[in-house]
């Protein structure tokens, strides 16, 4: 994995609560206030969080697969995606992460429409957010959003943390929301 940084991370990560381990990942001193790591953040969340309880070097191994499989598939995901393609990369990311987890192939009909519809459901939320260029608080609303489909679709246990973070990054996006952002410090 690229980012070594992001897989140590999700490996010694022991919860099951997505969003906490976003907000460990997205806190490191070696993630950037935007860009296209978060691509890859959302879902490494996801796909960690959904191995919590499972023990042994076969767990291990397979979030290991699991995660460089996902960095390979966030790398087709470019910066500005959302303005460019009119799809969000950490909505992209709960997609990408859906699918490695289901198993799904371009022909299996098994996974294919919830895989669909679990992207169209967080696109909406993030649109609905109301402006562009913020990858922490869409990372924020990807997540959250996830983790009810994860355990309806593939029958997980991911928690849903009901924490709302404070952002500490604001200051350097001049299209920062300010109050109307859930996320602000001031909101």
């Known amino acids: 994995m690229e980012a070594a940084w992001i897989e140590s991370a ?57 995660l460089a499989e996902l960095e390979r598939r966030a790398a087709c995901v470019p910066g500005a995606a959302c303005a460019q393609w009119g799809v969000c990369g950490a909505a992209a990311s709960c997609g990408m992460a859906f699918a490695i987890m289901a198993g799904n192939a371009p022909l299996r009909r098994e996974g ?26 869409d990372a924020r609303i ?9 355990n309806r679709e593939l029958g997980t246990h991911l928690a849903e943390g009901d924490a709302i973070p404070s952002c500490s990054v604001f200051e350097a996006n001049s299209a920062c929301l300010q109050g109307a952002c859930p996320y602000h410090p001031g909101a």
């Open 142 to 150: 990807a997540v959250r959003a996830a983790v009810p489909w994860f």
């Open 10 to 66: 999700c490996l010694a990560w022991e919860g099951n609560d997505p969003a906490e381990l976003l907000e460990v990942l997205m806190g490191s001193d070696e993630c950037p206030a935007f860009g296209p790591v978060h691509h890859v953040l959302v879902g490494a969340a996801l796909l960690t969080c959904s191995c919590a309880g499972k023990d042994g070097a076969a767990a291990r191994d397979s979030l290991t697969s699991d």
């Open 112 to 137: 294919w429409s919830e895989g669909q519809l679990i992207v169209a459901d967080i696109l909406q939320r993030i649109a609905r957010a109301g402006a562009p260029r913020c990858c922490k608080r």
